[in-house]
């Protein structure tokens, strides 16, 4: 092999027109580092980045050579920041300008090489203000319908150099914005996305980048170029399933921004969607990782409030018929995907009402009720209670839900292990007591299930406690009657209405006083004693003298204090 400081002094002695023997002695070069990272790092150490920053100015007929040579050097780390320094960025983009194809794929390479994941690179390309130029290359580069070998191995040094550039780096992504690469970009995916599989994991990681370098910004300006379903297509058409994986998460991350959502319901792909991977079948419905994704962008574009409102339609939309079929399902990823639809879908009272009549909640019951000795399928089990929560909400489904005692199938699972399925029964509970007398009578009175709640009030998950405790003071509020109050009070649940009413949150505090007023009225001497034996005279003279209280919580702890002379 020959010596690789020779080969470099060779290159320092060669003179301007002697092409043929610096072509050459580039070429050995090539040859000699190649993949070889030890070479490279010797090379780097040898100084020649400083050589070939002067001859890239002082050989013209040589600089496609000189460019592949950088952009080989450059895939190794160790080459990155010595190229920066001897102020090969600013060369690199002159050869952009009016040169011919092979010496402008060359030294895209390179930059974008010098770029990958160094922010060094990058800076050195904002200040050469490279940006506007390479956004004009890719703009330009758009515009072509039908690609060559040739064309394409040019579009991916273009694209990758795109990419590379802006990845984790915001200040590249803004001004690539600023400059069309957006538009750029879509219509490049429009016209090529499918037939290269190199270039279109490319692309797709560039709108990513976009995504994750400026979310509104670049959210709405992909949104506005025709990206929507541009991508959606791209899906259908590509048949590497990592490719469509990537793609898949893509969506997911514009999806966050609620325009894209809109967009995503309102162009009808998310039927395209439903059918692409059969998440609409009839019968059974079986998953694999990029349709899990999907069933999990579909859940997700639920949570909008307008895309729920087209996907929903009254329970005439595309979306209820799927998701009640994935009910039917003994995959615990499609029901737990399915329990959080319906929860996400039952948002409002007139959606409440069409799934009522769907009969949805004895579905979500019979699947409670199968996956109860299940600890393991904890997911199941907090997508279900999610929903009947949100399902408890409106007046008319509580009694409904109220006559159908969906409460006792509920109850057991306070008792759980997890602590997101205590958190979800709970709030389950509650809000079907609320309201409903008869709910509150008939849990109020369940010494067991009192001792609980006052276990769980002091539970070390603070959502746990403070929904524990919420509990305690509904179901006291709710039904006010002595039985209720003394079989709260033997449980010692004084305690528990003592942590609410020291919360930080004003609407809790409220709900503690209220139920501690009507403990006072219906159990008399025992809730006096029981509360004189705390700190409930303390907390409510902090109350009554604080000035930040409002004039109704200091009349109700006046009223409390009063009552507890």
Excluded at 39 to 59: H, K, N, Q, R, W
Excluded at 292 to 313: A, C, Q
Excluded at 472 to 482: E, G, L, M, Q
Excluded at 530 to 542: L, N, P, R, Y
Aim: aromatic letters at 2%; proline letters at 2%; one cysteine or more.
């Amino acid at each position: 092999m020959a010596s690789l400081s020779s080969l470099i002094a060779a290159l320092e002695g060669v003179e301007g027109g002697n092409d043929e023997q610096l072509n050459g002695a580039l070429v050995t070069l090539l040859a000699e580092c190649g993949d070889n990272s030890s070479v490279v790092a010797d090379l780097v150490s040898c100084g020649i980045f400083p050589v070939l920053a002067a001859l890239v100015t002082a050989a013209p007929n040589c600089q496609c050579k000189l460019a592949d040579l950088v952009a080989t050097l450059a895939r190794d780390e160790v080459a990155r920041s010595p190229a920066v320094q001897a102020g090969l960025v600013p060369l690199l983009l002159g050869l952009l300008q009016d040169h011919e194809r092979g010496t402008c794929r060359h030294a895209l390479r390179a930059i974008g090489n010098i770029c990958f994941d160094h922010d060094e690179g990058r800076e050195a390309v904002l200040r050469a203000d490279g940006v506007p130029l390479i956004a004009n290359i890719l703009e330009r580069e758009s515009r072509g319908e039908s690609l060559n070998e040739d064309d394409m191995a040019f579009m991916n040094a273009l694209c990758g150099c795109v990419l590379n550039m802006m990845a984790s780096y915001n200040a590249i992504v803004e001004e690539a914005i600023r400059a069309g690469v957006p538009a750029s970009l879509v219509q490049i995916i429009r016209h090529h996305g499918a037939h290269d599989i190199r270039l279109c994991r490319v692309l797709i990681m560039s709108l990513d980048s976009l995504l994750e370098g400026s979310q509104e910004e670049g959210a709405d300006a992909l949104r506005e170029e025709g990206a929507v379903t541009v991508i959606v297509r791209l899906l259908g058409a590509v048949e590497d399933s990592s490719v469509k994986e990537l793609i898949i998460e893509t969506i997911t991350s514009a999806a966050q921004n609620q325009l894209w959502q809109l967009a995503l319901a309102a162009q009808g792909c998310v039927s395209h969607l439903l059918r692409q991977f059969h998440l609409d079948a009839d019968g059974p419905v079986t998953l694999d990782e990029v349709s899990s994704k999907v069933m999990d962008l579909i859940v997700m574009l639920l949570t909008g409030d307008e895309s729920l409102k087209i996907l929903f339609s009254d329970g005439n939309g595309p979306i209820l018929p799927v998701v009640l079929n994935w009910l039917l399902s003994e995959d615990t990823k499609v029901l737990s995907s399915a329990a959080l639809a319906i929860g996400n879908m039952a948002r409002s009272d007139d959606n409440c009402a069409h799934l009522l009549e769907k009969g949805v909640v004895e579905q979500l019951l019979a699947i409670l009720d199968k996956h109860s000795s299940q600890e393991e399928h904890i997911a199941v089990l907090h997508g279900v209670l999610s929903a009947l929560r949100n399902l408890s909400m409106p007046a008319p489904s509580k009694l409904h839900l109220a006559e159908k005692k969906v409460y006792n199938s509920v109850l057991p699972f306070i008792h759980h292990t997890a602590q997101p399925v205590q958190l979800k029964s709970l709030g389950a509970l509650r809000l079907m007591v609320d309201g409903q007398e008869s709910v509150a009578v008939a849990l109020g009175t369940q010494e067991e299930f009192c001792k609980r709640l006052v276990e769980l009030s002091s539970a070390m998950d603070v959502g746990v406690s403070s929904e524990a405790q919420r509990m305690v003071a509904t179901v006291i509020k709710n039904s006010r009657t002595d039985s209720v109050g003394n079989t709260m009070l033997s449980a010692g649940v004084v305690a528990s209405l003592s942590s609410l009413a020291e919360s930080q949150h004003v609407i809790m505090v409220h709900e503690a006083i209220m139920a501690l007023n009507i403990l006072v009225l219906a159990c008399k001497d025992a809730g006096v004693s029981a509360m004189k034996e705390g700190d409930i005279v303390k907390i409510a003279t902090a109350i009554n003298t604080d000035s930040e209280s409002s004039s109704e919580l200091k009349s109700n702890a006046g009223t409390l204090l009063a009552a507890l002379q």
